[in-house]
């Protein structure tokens, strides 16, 4: 039996398997069809103070091998889902992230200080990377003192290890996962959404009514894992990776580029079975290769060329 237990900071994950934020709703939406005790964590969709609406429809339209989405954020608010959705969560035995959100510093501390100190909420993903939103948001995860910022002013407000999560949208992904763990951040996630932007030649019309909006899936899978590489060789802190991941191997080659866990996002949305066909692809690839501890492959990526043969 393959051991699949990761640590991340003090917290420990029976597994690395993460259901991404805003692909999975509340995590109750899928307590039905999949065993929520049975992933390693769930992250909630992203959270303000209070609810909001998002942008209006179309929010979402297919490119190849992806999608792009500017849902805008709508939620429901950190205290309904305190009050609505964790009770039912934790009886489900939900081992739980709360995406957290803010348009201002003050609103991420509140609404983190708010999450810390609810029953059953095991860390916080500090959103400061959604391209979707003008205010607040990515601008601090644009700029590298606007991220140490927030994360030093939310480490502060709580108890609960916290993990920023990136943009992929700057120059040097590498260098803001450097000022989050400057900051005293227990992890990082990456990556968010790209930037991106489909037209309607017919109609000369944007394709999803904010214009612009964030690509996500296979299609930018190899971009985030390089970045996720990158931050691996910059922090000591472990790293969370994402983008495009859709089966066991792609979740491997995150784990070897330098992720301790992975999250799973667009892929939820084709197949809603995917977690139990990545979890039972872990078993597969640590019983041929003879791994005892999945965590032993984190980092292991070799860059010595093989001799040519000529
Ligand atoms: C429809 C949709 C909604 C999303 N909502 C959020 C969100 O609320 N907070 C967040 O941090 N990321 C959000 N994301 C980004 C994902 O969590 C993830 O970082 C990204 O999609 C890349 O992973 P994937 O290619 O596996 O989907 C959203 C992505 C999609 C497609």
Known sequence: MVDLSVRIGSLELKNPLIAASGCFGYGVEYADVVDLSSLGAIVSKGLFLKEREGHPAPRIVETPAGMINAIGLQGIGARRFIDEKLPELRARRATVIVNVCGTTLDEYVEVSKMIGDAEGVAAIELNISCPNIKEGGIQFGCSLTGTYDVVRAVKKAT????????????????????????????????????????????????????????????????????????????????????????????????????????????????????????????????????????????????????????
């Open 159 to 310: 108890r609960i290890p916290v993990i920023p999560k990136l943009t992929p949208n700057v120059t040097d992904v590498a260098s803001f996962a450097r000022a989050a763990e400057d900051a005293g951040a227990d992890a990082v996630s990456l990556v968010n959404t790209f930037l991106a932007m489909a037209i309607d030649v017919e109609t000369r019309m944007p394709k999803i009514s904010n214009g612009v909006g964030g690509l996500s899936g296979p299609a930018i899978r190899p971009i985030a894992v390089r970045m996720v590489h990158e931050c691996r060789q910059m922090v000591k802190i472990p790293v969370i990776g994402m983008g495009g991941i859709s089966d066991a191997r792609d979740a491997l080659e995150f784990m070897i580029a330098g992720a301790d866990a992975v999250q799973v996002g667009t892929a939820n949305f084709v197949d809603p079975f995917v977690w139990t066909k990545i979890l039972s692809g872990f078993a597969d690839y640590a019983e041929r290769h003879r791994i005892t501890r999945l965590a032993d492959i984190v980092g292991t990526v070799r860059h010595e060329t093989t001799p040519s043969r000529t």
